[in-house]
């Protein structure tokens, strides 16, 4: 049992100890109603602002790409990263992917890196779809969720720009990453 769930129970006895003569329904209701709020209580400590914002530090990670290298947020110097968040049973993010691999031929060599990490379960469908794509940039896979968790990322595809460790932009939907719009603000970025 949790040790959250232990704290109700012992705070439960003892104020059923303490009403002693109250009539069992009094006591009932305030268990009741003291849940209720521990319920809400967690209910709204669990929906605070946790993600990612724009101008805000980068969250930590560290992930080994499917290439072999450890990267962080900051492990890139001053070289523009684009984390994109996907998974091969994302019609969106799959229809991202080739706009994405374009963007990463342009700026590959002009100091921008991108790294897809995958949030698919299954490692060997995500294997075949890098075996039938052949992406160019890195890859990673996060079955658990635990990078897309730390920058708030439940919905996919959704990618981030980061330089130096900071979020300098977040892009919530799939994107065409050859826009003049996305290739201005990145040469703006270099």
């Keep these: 049992m949790p040790r959250s769930a232990r704290w109700i129970l012992v705070f439960a006895s003892a104020s059923a ?3 002693g003569k109250v009539n069992t329904n009094n006591s009932l209701r305030a268990l009741l109603g003291f849940l209720t709020l521990v319920f809400i209580g967690l209910i709204v ?3 605070r602002e946790t993600s990612a914002k724009e101008g805000g530090l980068a969250p930590e990670f560290t992930l080994t790409t499917d290439q072999g290298q450890n990267i962080t947020p900051t492990s890139f110097g001053g070289k523009v990263l684009v ?14 992917l080739p706009s994405l691999q374009a963007f990463q031929n342009r700026f590959g060599n002009s100091g921008v890196v991108v790294v897809a990490v995958s949030m698919d379960k ?3 469908k995500y294997r075949t779809f890098l075996n039938r794509f052949h992406l160019s940039f890195q890859t990673a896979r996060d079955p658990k969720w635990d990078v897309g968790a730390a920058y708030g990322t439940f919905q996919i595809p959704e990618s981030y720009v980061i330089k130096d ?6 892009f919530p939907n799939s994107e065409d990453w050859t826009s003049d719009d996305i290739t201005q603000y990145v040469q703006a970025l270099l």
């Design 17 to 19: 100890l303490l009403i």
């Design 45 to 47: 400590f669990s929906l």
């Design 83 to 96: 984390l994109n968040f996907w998974a091969t049973w994302c019609a969106g993010c799959v229809e991202e």
């Design 122 to 124: 299954n490692a060997q």
């Design 165 to 170: 460790g900071r979020v300098l932009r977040k």
